[in-house]
Nanobody, 125 residues
Framework: QVQLVESGGGSVQAGGFLRLSCAAS????????TAWFRQAPGKEREMVAG???????VYADSVKGRFTVSKRRADNILYLEIDSLKPEDTARYYC???????????????????WGQGTQVTVTS
């Protein structure tokens, strides 16, 4: 099984920078696909970035150019760096993992069976 724990959220002024972390445990075979999602009040949970099974990265169009996802293999840490923060980035951010293979696509929440508790990001204007 997989356990995921997010950290690094907070309140930041528009234009600022934030780095989120996700500590993962469990066999690599059940986290072949990893991703970051976000959910704002009244909105559906959406995938913003991910690391595919071939180690390539994928981003939602809405965050492309500002978000950077990476992974540190030594201790299984997944990162999400957010630059030039906008008020519309305000949401709770979750990391997710799946034992299924994934390649080159933005996926829905149903594609991931393991989730962290989330970390809140609030952007002020």
């Amino acid at each position: 099984q997989v356990q995921l724990v997010e950290s690094g959220g907070g309140s930041v002024q528009a234009g600022g920078f934030l780095r989120l972390s996700c500590a993962a445990s469990g066999d690599a075979s059940i986290r072949r696909c990893t991703a970051w999602f976000r959910q704002a009040p009244g909105k559906e949970r959406e995938m913003v970035a991910g690391i595919e099974s071939n180690d390539n990265t994928v981003y939602a169009d809405s965050v492309k150019g500002r978000f950077t996802v990476s992974k540190r293999r030594a201790d299984n840490i997944l990162y999400l760096e957010i630059d030039s923060l906008k008020p519309e980035d305000t949401a709770r951010y979750y990391c997710a993992a799946s034992q299924r293979w994934c390649y080159g696509r933005i996926l829905g929440p149903g594609s991931f069976e393991f989730w962290g508790q989330g970390t809140q990001v609030t952007v002020t204007s």
